[in-house]
């Protein structure tokens, strides 16, 4: 037996990690064995990479937010391009998280190492420049939304749009009457969840608004408030947070497509989070505060008219998006108040959703049944061979065997413009 092929895979942040590990249980699957290291977290971990950095030292958000771990990011970085100059990679696969990947596409260059990038970086939105860099040193781009393929042919990168990892894999793990037992919800109660971000900067900001939005809600009717607690910040320290709401809320770990799915509507916090609140067919309104600072210094590097990739896929307004200083308690409550009580409004947003959802499948990709898991993200046979995670497995084969099929369709490199309405 040949010597197993060393396969570089960097992700920071929660959903990056979870596609990694899928993606590396995908090509262990189709190579037979295959050498993992590089950047990431528990999941990749327990799928086997041997992680020379803990993807949650990494973890920050916003602008001014970002200096202090300035200092610890640099010093990856240089762990990182040292190993990869001292034993180059077979191939490299670099996850989202562009202002750390990118930085380690151009040292992958230099070494040889064909790079595959999942996850495009959204310059279609902000810092276009980046552009150059994607054209000079990655050899296939793999989008996960349907207009970007055309961007970045149009940019002179070699792209392809593969559809969106998480249709098929967002289900809940619990029919509703099952949710409440297990977690001790009130039996008729109508549960409303509250989605305040995935890093404590960003819960300590968005989280205080949402608890008065859910106390103006309170005023009118009894619901019960959930929070579902991501792994990377921990269930007891949300709890510290609420401790003196004076609501009805749980602090739930490890479920939050069950939050989701069992839940009237939602207040999500804008990011992967509204994907997943769609495609549960949740009602939802989208809402999002940084800092005063970040905030002055990144509003006008924004191109898009929305914020919520709900809306920017749909190309029109679909949720309501609170943002920044429009980010108001009595605002989020009023519309939340319509969602919960008009059937109406509630049956047009969720058909809203379903479209959105075969917009973010790539041809012959369906859905999975209910039987998937939400954890390891599981398909049945049928949708698993153009899913979109066995798409990017073979593209990833394909440059291990020396099949790369990388040239630039040039027939399909023309002039993008945008098409948004509000």
Known sequence: ?????????????????????????????????????????????????????????????????????????????????????????????????????????????????????????????????????????????LCIFPFEEEFFLAGGVSAEFIGHPLVGRVVPSFLEDEFRVHFGLPG?????????????????????PLLETARILATDNEYCFLVPAASTVGANWIREQVRNSGLSL??????????????????????????ETALLGTPMVVVYRVSRATWWLGRDLVSTPFYSMVNIVAGHRIVPEFIQDEFRPQAVARDLRLLLESELLRDRMRQQFRDLARKLRAASVEPASRSGKEAGGELDAESKSEDPIQRAAAIAESFLVGKTGSNIRQSNIRQWTPRFSR
């Open 188 to 208: 008729t109660t109508r549960l409303i969840a509250l989605l305040p971000g995935s890093r404590r900067r960003e819960i300590l900001l968005n989280l205080p």
């Open 250 to 275: 749980h602090v739930i770990e490890g479920h939050t497509y069950d939050v989701l799915a069992h839940s009237r509507a939602a207040a999500v916090a804008s990011g992967t989070a509204t994907i």
């Open 1 to 141: 037996m040949g010597t197993p092929q060393r396969i570089f895979v960097s992700a920071g942040e929660a959903s990056g990690d979870r596609y990694g590990a899928l993606l590396m249980e995908a090509l262990r699957e189709r190579l037979g064995g295959a050498a993992f290291f590089g950047c990431g977290g528990d999941r990749m971990r327990a799928a086997g990479c041997q992680t020379l950095v803990d993807a949650r030292q990494l973890a920050m958000v916003g602008i001014v937010e970002v200096l202090p771990g300035l200092p610890r990011v640099w010093r990856a970085l240089q762990l990182l391009k040292g190993r990869l100059r001292a034993e180059p990679p077979d191939l490299a696969i670099l996850i989202d998280f562009p202002d750390f990947n990118l930085r380690l596409a151009g040292e992958l260059r230099k070494v040889g190492t064909p790079v595959l990038y999942f996850v495009a970086p959204q310059v279609w939105a902000w810092r276009p420049g980046r552009l150059k860099t994607l054209r000079h040193n990655v050899d296939r781009l």
